[in-house]
Every structure is written in structure tokens, then in C-alpha cells.
């Protein structure tokens, strides 16, 4: 039970919460109307990095029982790799996961524990279903690529009257990958997605992610601050995220060394 509980704690962390300041931008794109132009101007206002770094994440997870806090930092190699630290206030690192496209590891540092599983397993251990397309988005404010839209209507939405958001469109994932396909937002003076609904046709669950906050990076607005809601076992969880001290940078590689001591563990 106690590794059920830390497997989800850690891949849960990822998410939070406020709104876009408006001197991210000097004046206002010129958005298509159509659903199949606007989905491709928005892919090509996705942040084009190789590598980025977050130095700094403050994460707060909220339950009706209890609150959470964890801090966290993080490496992304754009379509390859995502790897986080995640440590106490006191700055003690208690785990360390490595996602990749189809596989996820992870040091329990508690328990001198790694574990070695994939999406599909994870699912089973773990109350919510993510892969990760849906991480790097989270992170990177990036709209997923290569997605066909399936012209639906809009959903029904409170909108950011200030902000004067509007709907990208309903989109299906390539049907060669497990990706969960998304419905949402964009807000129009950035072009950037304001909230993005994460989901499988077969599932009633629903991955909901709302970007509040952005901030300016070398010329390119990245999320500053994000929150993830979806509901589970009849409650509903929360998770903010903040982000800070972000920087691109040109490593090729990421990975996870395994001390000789630890026990390793494969789901």
C-alpha cells in the first residue's frame, strides 16, 4: 500500500493556478476562424526547444483529506525524455523519476527502492491516466502535434471574460499511439492554451489542465503557473504547480543511475 501511495504522489506532481499577465505580448495575433487553420497556427507558437531545465517547482496536492507540499525541479528533452526531483522543504531529495515515450523509472530514496514499469502498467497502480505527450505539454505549454480534428462542438466552458478565450477544437491522438486525445482553449491575445481536457473514449475520466500563468523566457512565454484537476474514487484532486528559474538549454542526454544498494523492482 505505502508503494502504491509514493508511485502516485511522485507521478502526480505535475500542475497550478492564476492568469496571464498581459505585458507577455505587444499586440494581438491574428487568429484564424476556422478550427482546421487555427489548430496549426497554434502548433507553430509552440516553444521550439531542444532541452529545458526548471530549477524550481513549488507543488501543492489537494485532496478533501489533506493537503501536500513538495518541491521539485526538473530536465526535458523535447519528444524524448522528462526527468524530475522531487524533495522536502528541507531541500532532501525523496524520489527521482525518469519518463520517457513508453517507460517510466523511479528511486524511492526512502526506501532504497527503483522501480521500472511502463504507461499501461501504471495505470493500474496509479489513480489517473497520463502519458507522456500529456507531461511534456503540461510543462512546456506546447499544444500536442500531429492530432486530427474531429469537429465537435464546444463544450461548455466558464470562460475568462477578461481574457476573451476561445475554443481550439476537439482533436483524436495518431491512432498508432496511446496518447489520450484533448479538447480546449486557447486565450487569444497569446495564442498559448489557457485549458486543455485530457481523455480516452473509453473512460468517463477526465484530466483537466488550466494554465493561469504564463512568464517570458528569451523571447518565448512558457507556463509560470498551472493547476490539474480530475476526480477519482468519487473525490477530487487538485495540483499546483509554480514554476521558476527556467532556462533552455543543449544536453542530449538524461538519465537515472541506480545505486548498488537499492533493491530494483519491475511493474
Known amino acids: 500500500m505505502k508503494t502504491n501511495i509514493f508511485l502516485f504522489v511522485g507521478l502526480l506532481f505535475i500542475l497550478t493556478f492564476c492568469s496571464p499577465k498581459k505585458e507577455l505580448i505587444t499586440s494581438l495575433p491574428d487568429l484564424p476562424e476556422s478550427s482546421e487553420r487555427l489548430y496549426p497556427f497554434v502548433l507553430n507558437r509552440n516553444i521550439p526547444f531542444h532541452g529545458l531545465t526548471v530549477k524550481n517547482i513549488k507543488i501543492r496536492y489537494q485532496t478533501p483529506d489533506n493537503t501536500s507540499r513538495l518541491y521539485g525541479a526538473l530536465k526535458m528533452i523535447r519528444d524524448s525524455a522528462i526527468l524530475v526531483s522531487l524533495r522536502t522543504s528541507l531541500g532532501i531529495e525523496i524520489s527521482r523519476l525518469l519518463y520517457t515515450q513508453d517507460s517510466v523509472k523511479m528511486l524511492d530514496r526512502r526506501n532504497d527502492r527503483a522501480y521500472f514499469t511502463d504507461y499501461r502498467k501504471l495505470g493500474e497502480i496509479a489513480p489517473l491516466d497520463f502519458n507522456f505527450q500529456m507531461l511534456q505539454s503540461i510543462f512546456s505549454g506546447n499544444i500536442p502535434k500531429n492530432y486530427r480534428n474531429i469537429q465537435m462542438p464546444e463544450p461548455e466552458f466558464v470562460r475568462d471574460s477578461a481574457r476573451n478565450e476561445i475554443y481550439l477544437g476537439t482533436y483524436h491522438a495518431p491512432e498508432e499511439k496511446n496518447f489520450m486525445n484533448f479538447y480546449g482553449w486557447i486565450y487569444k ?79
Do not use: C, G
Open 189 to 267: 491575445d497569446l495564442a498559448r492554451p489557457s485549458y486543455i481536457v485530457f481523455y480516452r473514449e473509453e473512460q468517463k475520466r477526465k484530466f483537466t489542465v488550466r494554465y493561469l500563468d504564463y512568464q517570458k523566457q528569451n523571447s518565448h512565454i512558457l507556463p509560470h503557473e498551472v493547476k490539474v484537476v480530475f476526480d477519482q474514487y468519487n473525490q477530487t484532486h487538485k495540483m499546483n504547480l509554480k514554476f521558476n528559474n527556467i532556462s533552455f538549454d543543449e544536453f542530449n542526454n538524461i538519465h537515472i543511475d541506480v545505486p548498488s544498494s537499492y533493491k530494483t523492482i519491475y511493474k
